[in-house]
């Protein structure tokens, strides 16, 4: 183990039996499983990124001593492409934190201290019927028949307060022009809960985008929060630490966003019609794209793609 991880482990473990902890009350404050706190303590294993961070919210003052310049996991989530820069991040952290205080509410401080997660269930496995069953569903309650258009900007989300970029008085200039102009094509959207329980969220959209990414990139967002999924995973992005969803959960709200937007029956017609990926897509406002993936998660690729199946004649 290096030494820096030894050293936190030593910190955390004496900082525990102060406390009259034992390792699985410890795990239900941190969030690490009993298994691997306790081989963590061990010493068979170093801690992972995520450990890591868990452990040194926990430390907090404590972790002084460490020698380790560490800022506070920044209670948001990022939906940026892989190539970030730093710079954008800590733009986006900046109006993180303008958007905290404006919209806030008074005394809840979800910045402090990490995530409660002991109580969290595990994130359950859905299936493609049960994904497709939760997205027609969610169409039935905006009144939309099946082959009606959405328009998620005009969705609105209880709890939930949109935030376009351009339109918002609340970033200073250089924040402002470095998220607009700048970094335009490395973010698509900042989810940011103003409350621990994450029930109270605001959602800064860049509206620098297309209009169709923009519909889908709202939509992603909306389901995390519409399907309960929480800020509990911690991933480092360029120079600094946010919190992220469970894979699953992202691969969950994306299928749900690209089946809000796109019906099932919708989908089916249109490639038994032969009807053209961009066709459909300028007819329900979205990117050729996300009908190609909507038609290969349907399993209806070979018949988009007219591929002909025939056993061998002897």
């Not at 039996?17 to 010493?43: D, M, N, Y």
């Not at 609340?170 to 022009?177: A, E, P």
């Not at 605001?202 to 992603?220: I, S």
């Not at 691969?251 to 089916?268: G, I, K, N």
Request: proline share 3%; glycine share 6%; aromatic share 6%.
């Amino acid at each position: 183990m290096k030494s820096f991880e030894a050293k936190l482990v030593k910190a955390v473990a004496e900082k525990r039996e102060r406390l009259g902890l034992s390792i699985r009350a410890l795990s239900a404050q941190v969030g690490i499983s009993f298994s691997t706190l306790a081989r963590i303590e061990r010493g068979d294993g170093s801690p992972d990124t995520n450990s890591k961070i868990r452990l040194l919210e926990w430390l907090g003052e404590d972790a002084a001593d460490l020698g380790h310049d560490f800022e506070r996991v920044a209670q948001v989530h990022f939906r940026a492409m892989k190539n970030v820069q730093s710079g954008t991040v800590q733009s986006l952290l900046r109006a993180a934190s303008c958007l905290k205080d404006e919209f806030g509410a008074d005394g809840d401080d979800v910045a402090n201290g990490p995530v409660p997660v002991a109580d969290a269930e595990p994130y359950p496995e859905l299936s493609k019927d049960q994904l497709e069953a939760i997205a027609s569903k969610f169409r039935s309650d905006l009144g939309l028949s099946e082959t009606d258009t959405l328009e998620p900007l005009e969705v609105e989300v209880e709890g939930v307060q949109v935030i376009r970029l351009t339109e918002t008085d609340c970033l200073d200039g250089r924040t402002l022009r470095k998220l607009r102009d700048d970094a335009c094509s490395e973010w698509s959207a900042m989810s940011l809960p103003l409350d621990r329980e994450m029930e109270m969220w605001v959602v800064l959209l860049n509206d620098c985008h297309t209009v169709e990414r923009q519909r889908v990139t709202l939509l992603e967002e909306y389901w995390h929060i519409l399907m309960g999924h929480k800020l509990t995973k911690v991933s480092r992005v360029a120079e600094a630490y946010g919190r992220t969803y469970d894979s699953a959960e992202e691969h969950d709200a994306y299928y749900l966003a690209s089946a809000s937007l796109l019906p099932r029956e919708v989908v089916q017609k249109a490639v038994t019609d032969g009807v053209a990926a961009p066709v459909l897509a300028k007819r329900y406002g979205t990117s050729p794209q996300l009908v190609e993936y909507r038609i290969k998660r349907l399993g209806l690729w070979r018949e988009h793609a007219g591929k002909k199946v025939a056993l061998k004649k002897e």
